[in-house]
C-alpha cells in the first residue's frame, strides 16, 4: 500500500511540476505581447512621514494587466521575466512611467520621490541597447533625487564590479539608494555602510511581530538606532495597525509603508489621496 501510495504521490507531483512549467512557458509567451503592447501599469504605496504625517514618497509597483487573466501580481511574473531576460525592459518601462508621474507630482510637492525596485539582473545586464537612466532624467530636466533604487541586500553581497559601478553611476547623478526586505538576508548594516545607502527598509516579517516586549521591537529599535547613526533614514514595511505604527513611531521610526496607510493605489486614487493629505498637513500647521 505504501508503494502504492508513493506511486500515486509521485505521480501527482510530476503532473503538477509539468502543469507549473507549462503555465511558466505560456507567461513567458505573453511577457513578450505584454512587453510589446505595454499591458504594464505602476501601482503607487505611499510611505508616510511618521511625525508629520506627510506623503511626499511612494513606491511603484508594477501591474500587469493580462487580457485574459486579468491583473497579475509581480510575485507571479518577475521571477519569469528574470529567467527569461526581459527584466531589462519592463525595468526600463517601469522606470520611464515612474520619472513621467514624478514628474508631475512634483509640480504640486516639490520634494517627492518616487522609488522603484531594480531586480539584480538589471545591474548586472551587459545590455547597452537599454534606457540610458541618466540622460532621461537628464532630458527631463529631473534632479537624480526624485527617484530611489531599491536593492535588496544580496545584489550587495555578491556585489560585482559592474553592480557597483553602476550603483555608483547612479548615485553621482544624485539617484538614491534603499535597502529592500532588509534583515532577511545575511548581511549587516556594517557591511551595508560601505555603500552609499540612503533607506533601510525593515522587511514586513520584522514589523508584523511587533508589541511591547517582543524581540521584533527589540530588533526594529536597534536596526533604527544603527541606521540613523550611519547617516541612513528608516522605512518600516507592511504597517498594517495603529498598534506597530505607534512602536515605530516611538522608536524614532522615520517613515511607514503598508496597509494601515494605504494599499498601492493607481494614479487617480493617488491623486485623491494625495490632495487630502496636504489638507489635512495644512490644518495641523
Ligand atoms: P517589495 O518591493 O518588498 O514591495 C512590497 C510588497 O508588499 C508589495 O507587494 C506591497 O503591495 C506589499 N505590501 C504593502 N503593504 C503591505 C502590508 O501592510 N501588508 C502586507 N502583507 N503586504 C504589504 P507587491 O506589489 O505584490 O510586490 C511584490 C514584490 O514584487 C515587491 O516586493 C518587489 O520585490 C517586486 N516588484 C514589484 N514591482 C516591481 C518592479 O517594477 N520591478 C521589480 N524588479 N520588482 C518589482
Ligand atoms: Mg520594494
Ligand atoms: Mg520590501
Ligand atoms: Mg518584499
Redesign the pocket.
Request: glycine share 12%.
Given at each position: 500500500a505504501a508503494k502504492e501510495l508513493g506511486r500515486n504521490c509521485f505521480h501527482f507531483f510530476t503532473s503538477s511540476m509539468q502543469q507549473a512549467s507549462v503555465e511558466r512557458m505560456r507567461i513567458a509567451a505573453d511577457l513578450h505581447t505584454a512587453i510589446e503592447e505595454d499591458q504594464f501599469e505602476?501601482?503607487y504605496?505611499p510611505i508616510v512621514d511618521m511625525a508629520s504625517g506627510r506623503i511626499h514618497k511612494a513606491?511603484?509597483?508594477?501591474r500587469w494587466h493580462h487580457p485574459t487573466r486579468g491583473m497579475v501580481?509581480?510575485?507571479e511574473f518577475?521571477g519569469i521575466a528574470e529567467d527569461k531576460g526581459l527584466?531589462v525592459d519592463?525595468?526600463d518601462r517601469?522606470f520611464i512611467k515612474a520619472t513621467d508621474q514624478v514628474q508631475r507630482w512634483r509640480q504640486l510637492l516639490p520634494d517627492f520621490q518616487i522609488s522603484?525596485?531594480?531586480?539584480p539582473i538589471?545591474l548586472k545586464t551587459n545590455r547597452t541597447n537599454h534606457v540610458d537612466w541618466i540622460d532621461h532624467l537628464r532630458a527631463l530636466g529631473l534632479p537624480g533625487d526624485a527617484i530611489v533604487v531599491?536593492i535588496t541586500e544580496g545584489v550587495l553581497l555578491d556585489a560585482q564590479n559592474r553592480v557597483t559601478t553602476r550603483l555608483e553611476q547612479l548615485r553621482n547623478a544624485g539617484v538614491q539608494i534603499a535597502i529592500?526586505?532588509f534583515g532577511t538576508g545575511y548581511s549587516s548594516l556594517a557591511y551595508i555602510n560601505k555603500f552609499d545607502i540612503n533607506f533601510v527598509k525593515i522587511d514586513?516579517s520584522f514589523t508584523r511581530g511587533l508589541k511591547p516586549g517582543a524581540s521584533d521591537l527589540a530588533l526594529c529599535e536597534a536596526i533604527i538606532v544603527m541606521s540613523h547613526k550611519l547617516g541612513m533614514k528608516v522605512i518600516a514595511?507592511?504597517?498594517?495597525t495603529q498598534l506597530q505604527h505607534d512602536l515605530l513611531a516611538e522608536a524614532g521610526c522615520d517613515y511607514g509603508?503598508?496597509?494601515?496607510y494605504s494599499?498601492?493605489l493607481a494614479v487617480d486614487d493617488f491623486d485623491r489621496l494625495l490632495e487630502a493629505n496636504r489638507r489635512s498637513a495644512a490644518i495641523k500647521v
Open positions: 505602476l501601482f504605496q513606491e511603484g509597483l508594477i501580481s509581480p510575485v518577475i527584466i519592463i525595468g517601469v522603484i525596485n531594480k531586480s538589471q531599491e529592500d526586505d514586513q514595511e507592511g504597517v498594517e509603508q503598508g496597509y494601515f494599499k498601492p
